[in-house]
């Protein structure tokens, strides 16, 4: 089914015009459409807030730290079947994983740790809605559902 998820691109991969490139071209070479795309720069409170699910864990600060450190690229990605098709794109969380079992993934290639693993993308149909919201206040998920 046609699905939108929401695709970040991270700080360190957005200073990197090598990487970002390369990000940019799989996502068109991958045939998402690129519903909305802006440059944001998160305050900590903000990153705090929409990371907030993974408060308890060992990651939070640096995750935290990481993506208020300078502009983000956001993404509304759409395709059938998106919110997986994305996740495969991008590859395994950790970045040992992803360079050593799926090379050829955007983390694969441009995932520098496990916290500056290169992008981010939604989970599931519910988060793509929070993140869609978070980024694109007043976007219609549910309006460009129906019209496809
Ligand atoms: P992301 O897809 O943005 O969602 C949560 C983020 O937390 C994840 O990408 C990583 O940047 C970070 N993260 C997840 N697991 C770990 C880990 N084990 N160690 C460090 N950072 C992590």
């Known amino acids: 089914c046609f699905q939108l998820t929401l695709a970040i691109i ?10 970002l490139h390369s990000i940019r071209r799989k996502i068109i070479s991958n045939n998402f459409y690129v519903l909305n795309t802006k440059e944001v720069m998160l305050a900590k409170a903000d990153a705090e807030r929409f990371y907030g ?8 600060n640096r995750l935290v730290t990481l993506m208020s450190s300078g502009p983000l690229h956001v993404h509304i990605l759409a395709k059938d079947n998106a919110i997986q098709s994305w996740r495969e794109l991008m590859g395994p969380t ?55």
């Open 10 to 19: 991270k700080p360190h991969a957005v200073k990197m015009p090598s990487a």
């Open 53 to 60: 699910e993974h408060k308890q864990k060992f990651f939070y």
């Open 94 to 148: 950790k970045v040992y994983m992803a360079q050593f079992t799926q090379p050829a993934t955007i983390r694969g290639e441009h995932g520098l740790s496990d916290t500056r693993n290169a992008v981010h993308g939604s989970d599931s149909e519910t988060s793509a809605a929070r993140e869609i919201d978070f980024f694109f206040p007043g976007f219609n998920v549910d309006g460009w559902r129906e019209r496809v």
